[in-house]
């Protein structure tokens, strides 16, 4: 977009609001920003024919390059190529029906007109051609009908039926008084509807016919008033009042004789479009409008007024204007103003004010123009930063020195060191209430009483010499705001305001610089900062606001509050009005957020950035508009022409896109499960200041809560898991006013076919019919297992009943024996005692059984528990096996063992022993082999051995379901070890036996 004259802002006078120009020195006149829309703003073509608002609010144009809709942010265009059945993108008038149906009115003697309607082209055939215009018109019932060819018809729905003219005078008496019905007109008829019949009231062919040729359209105006203005094809406007008439025509005013069309605003104002003109009825008699004084050569052609009362001008040529009322207007260099960098600004005693700018002189502000005033020869230089009149009249000036005049004329005063005064610069001067003048510098504050000045610095209790703003409050106090903190005077004692807290014993005190301060009503004091944002202080008791509470900037350098209690706010930023209400309900606890409105460039400011530092800076006039410095003149707001948007936003949601392309807006969405991303795209309908709309969405289902975006339109997710959503949006004007119903879309992302309900129900029979046949195989497992662990348990028991047996029968045939062997030596030995020879040969005998005897217990305790075992660990244990049976042994034994000692904890070594013992005795007793081999090793996953010999083989599952207490006991040491054990045999083929153990980390290192 861009503006109107080099600012984009003026203040604008048309007769659509007061209909005269000498209103610039009312209160309430209005002030415009003028914003133009062309080709870069997204307009097809630059000739806007007309322009409607339809109910859903959005503004619709035709031009010559199609129909063109707008929301505020965006133009939307509808051509040829995007809308199937468009005839001519040459597109010269619009109606809306009832139905929200756009009729397009086509260039061209097409003999039919089009209607767009839920996304589609309607074309509606009248069955003639040539030289007719169609008009359209909608009664109070909605029934729409329209003049061509001579003729009336009225829409059935389905086509456009012909109906005859009744010519009856005395119906037509009554029928015009009716207040049903409507008006309309065609060649020299005025005709007029009742129910489904139309009624002729005149026909003016033989008065007429030579002076025109006919009539295009009629409007009753004011309503019910039986007063007619008729447009005519070629002679102007007739306006008829009962039997007066009157023509309006180039003789009498008029720019052109070719009529246009009507325009109505709020039934208030009748606005009468010519060929580039536009004039407007008011008072009985015609006035031209001038929308947009200094354009004297763009050509109208069509007016609008939208429902948040900005005003729309379409043009020939030269694209879409609108007119948008604005509370601010501009003293600038069109008032007066050479240097419009603006510093401080000071009312005067009578009204009037001056303006002392930033090296550029001084200016003199009589309510009208600026003008340079001669005290500006008084100076060498024209670096004055604060000028000030006190109640003794005299108009006291400050820049690199200090000096007052008696009046504006002269003569200048210049105060010195021996008045006491010896600063350098000034920033800022005021009087207090007892006559006491207080200069600002930077070398502290300079206090005048007549005769004397007197400093106060940091050595008196300032924070900081550089002094910027005063403010004396209702009890007489003297507030100082330096650039580094907040000082008040009381009773002549100079006291530190802390706002910001420091640690105790800090090296140096953190102030925030003060550009502003006010007292209210209720006796607070309101200190604006620059950057710190803005604080109360009460007592002492200092709350603080920021930008993230809801202030429109940190930077504060005014403070004026208005006649309705709003903060007016100058910053770097622009312009802001808060409630002061609503400031103190933040600090008290009764609201969460501070809403503001703000104002800059696009609302009349040629320069958003105001001017502080300078005292005195801002005033109030008589008609309580306050004054602005800024960098590009003197902004004036007037906040009796503040005006509160009370239109909520409609919110749309207008397009919907996915990775494979756009999708069709309908009431439910249904997206696939791998749609890598949607993008959401959705507007809100706001005319004034569609920059500042805010929008708030959320996605039911994935995220409930409101996700805050700003201004932006667009939503974007990836990757949305299947189930069922809705997307909400909802908007706020630039006002605060929300539309908190919005928009809404369900959508659904289907899930894959294994994510479905009738996928999961066969999947959980099919679980359930599993988990059936597993829980019957794990019984039959469980029942085999019991079975086998109730044979090795008989087997175990048998196992140690005849170990018991062997070893009683051991004790009693070999150590039994030779103990009574001993017993009766011993014995014969007694008898021996006289002969040493027979003695020595029993004692031998004895020495003999007890070193068999020995030897047998030894060979029983080693039958119980290896000694090697125990002495030396299973590694020794089990090389000390192997090496035993390949001694004793006709077989061809080979063996290797790895060192595994600590591999498998010492309580459980046993058990892996007597499974080697065990496989070694089964190739004994059952192989018949010739050669065989144990191989133990250590190897992922943990510890592996290996039995094989050559021998006769067998089938493993019958030996194990047989049991015995061979391979069934080997396989239930193993499984006490956690490892497994398999079998792989065949009749004559031999036997492998495979035991693999799983080990700790730390014992395979």
């Not at 809308?83 to 597109?91: F, N, P």
């Not at 604060?386 to 400050?398: L, M």
């Not at 600090?587 to 503001?596: K, N, R, Y």
Request: hydrophobic residues 35%; charged residues 25%.
């Amino acid at each position: 977009m861009k503006g109107i004259a080099a600012t984009g802002f003026l203040s604008i006078v048309i007769f659509l609001v007061m209909g005269s120009q000498a209103l610039s020195q009312s209160a309430e006149s209005p002030n415009y920003v003028v914003t133009q829309f062309g080709l870069n703003e997204g307009l097809p073509q630059s000739s806007v024919n007309d322009i409607i608002q339809t109910k859903d609010g959005y503004l619709w144009m035709a031009t010559y390059g199609g129909l063109v809709r707008f929301d505020g942010n965006s133009f939307t265009v509808f051509n040829k190529s995007n809308l199937k059945g468009l005839a001519t993108e040459r597109i010269l008038e619009l109606f809306e029906d009832r139905k929200g149906g756009i009729w397009l009115f086509l260039e061209g003697d097409l003999g039919y007109v089009q209607r767009y309607i839920g996304g589609k082209i309607e074309t509606y055939d009248f069955g003639k051609q040539g030289g007719s215009r169609i008009e359209l018109n909608e009664d109070e019932r909605g029934v729409l009908w329209a003049t061509a060819y001579g003729d009336t018809y009225r829409f059935t729905g389905t086509e456009f039926e012909k109906k005859e003219l009744i010519v009856d005078s005395d119906l037509a008496e009554v029928i015009k008084n009716d207040s049903l019905g409507i008006w309309l007109a065609y060649e020299y008829k005025i005709v007029k509807t009742a129910g489904d019949s139309v009624i002729q009231i005149e026909d003016y062919e033989n008065e007429e016919k030579n002076a025109h040729l006919g009539y295009i359209e009629v409007i009753e105006y004011p309503k019910h008033s039986g007063q007619l203005f008729i447009g005519t094809v070629d002679n102007g406007v007739l306006i008829q009042n009962g039997n007066s008439r009157q023509v309006f025509n180039t003789e009498n005013g008029a720019s052109n004789n070719n009529f246009v069309r009507f325009e109505r605003f709020d039934e208030e104002k009748l606005i009468i479009n010519f060929p580039g003109d536009i004039l407007i009825w008011e008072e009985d008699k015609f006035r031209q409008m001038t929308p947009i004084p200094g354009q004297l050569n763009v050509i109208y052609r069509s007016v609008l007024k939208d429902n948040e009362g900005n005003y729309w001008f379409g043009t020939d040529g030269d694209g879409l204007f609108k007119l948008r009322s604005t509370p601010i207007h501009m003293i600038d260099i069109d008032q007066g103003l050479n240097n419009e960098k603006m510093l401080s600004l000071a009312q005067l005693n009578d009204g009037k004010a001056l303006f002392a700018t930033n090296c550029g002189g001084i200016y003199y502000w009589d309510g009208l123009k600026a003008t340079y005033p001669n005290l500006n020869e008084i100076f060498e230089g024209k670096c004055n930063w604060a000028v000030y009149q006190d109640t003794k009249e005299r108009i006291w000036i400050g820049s690199n020195d200090l000096r007052y005049l008696p009046t504006l004329e002269g003569p200048a005063i210049t105060f010195g060191d021996e008045d006491g005064f010896t600063a350098g610069r000034v920033f800022g001067i005021s009087e207090d209430t007892k006559g006491q003048i207080w200069v600002l510098t930077d070398d502290g504050v300079f206090v005048y009483k007549g005769d004397y000045f007197k400093n106060l610095t940091r050595e008196d209790g300032l924070y900081y010499n550089s002094v910027r703003t005063i403010f004396e409050d209702s009890r007489g106090r003297m507030w100082i705001g330096t650039r580094a903190g907040l000082n008040r005077i009381d009773g002549g004692e100079m006291k530190k305001i802390e706002l910001l807290s420091n640690e105790p014993g800090s090296f140096q005190e953190k102030q925030p610089p003060v550009r502003a301060i006010f007292e209210d009503g209720n006796g607070y004091i309101w200190v604006g900062t620059y950057g710190n944002g803005l604080y109360r202080v009460d007592g002492n008791k200092v709350l603080n606001i920021t930008e993230e509470d809801g202030l429109y900037d940190n930077i504060i350098s005014h403070i004026v509050e208005d006649g309705e209690g709003n903060f007016w706010m100058g910053s770097n930023r622009g312009i802001s009005s808060v409630k002061r209400s609503d400031l103190n309900g933040f600090l008290d606890g009764e609201i969460d957020h501070i809403p503001s409105n703000s104002y800059g460039a696009a609302d009349g400011m040629n320069s958003a950035e105001t001017n502080g530092g300078f005292q005195p800076s801002t005033f109030t006039d008589s008609l309580g508009r306050i004054y602005f410095p800024t960098v590009a003149g003197v902004a004036v707001v007037n906040p009796g022409l503040v005006r509160k948007n009370e239109v909520s936003p409609r919110v749309y949601i207008e397009k919907l896109n996915t990775d494979e392309g756009p999708v069709e807006l309908s009431s439910g969405i249904s997206l696939s499960y791998n749609t890598s991303y949607l993008e959401i795209l959705y507007t809100a309908i706001s005319f004034s200041e569609p920059g500042k709309v805010e929008f708030r969405y959320k996605m039911e289902g994935l995220n409930d809560d409101w996700i805050e975006v700003g201004n932006r339109r667009e939503a974007l997710y990836s990757k949305i898991p299947p189930g069922n959503y809705t997307f909400r949006v909802i908007a706020g004007n630039s006002d605060g006013v929300w539309n908190m119903e919005g928009a809404s879309l369900a959508i659904t992302v289907v899930p894959p076919f294994w994510q479905t309900t009738w996928f999961y129900t066969l999947m959980g029979l099919l679980v359930a019919g599993a988990g059936g046949l597993v829980y019957y195989l794990r019984i039959e497992q469980l029942k085999r297992q019991n079975a086998r662990q109730k044979r090795f348990t008989e087997q175990l028991i048998e196992s140690e009943e005849q170990e018991r047996k062997r070893i009683a029968s051991e004790l009693h045939d070999s150590l039994g024996q030779q103990i009574l062997v001993i017993k009766n030596r011993a014995e014969l030995a007694r008898k021996f005692v006289d002969q040493p020879a027979e003695l020595d040969e029993q004692l031998d005998e004895i020495m003999q059984s007890a070193v068999t005897s020995i030897e047998d217990v030894r060979s029983i305790s080693h039958g119980l528990r290896p000694v090697h075992l125990e002495k030396f660990g299973l590694t020794e244990a089990l090389n000390n096996l192997c090496s035993q049976v390949q001694d004793s042994s006709s077989i061809e034994w080979s063996y290797h063992v790895d060192d595994i000692d600590e591999v498998i904890s010492k309580d459980k070594e046993i058990n892996f022993y007597r499974v080697i013992q065990e496989g070694i005795t089964n190739i004994f007793k059952h192989s018949k082999a010739s050669e065989a081999s144990v191989i133990i090793r250590r190897a992922e996953p943990g510890l592996k051995a290996m039995i094989w010999d050559n021998g006769a083989g067998f089938d493993p599952d019958d030996k194990l379901n047989a049991g015995g207490l061979g391979l069934s006991g080997m396989n239930e040491r193993v499984e006490t070890l956690g490892g497994t054990l398999s079998i792989d045999s065949g009749k004559t083929e031999g036997t492998t036996i495979t035991i693999v153990i799983p080990v700790k980390e730390w014992a395979m290192s």
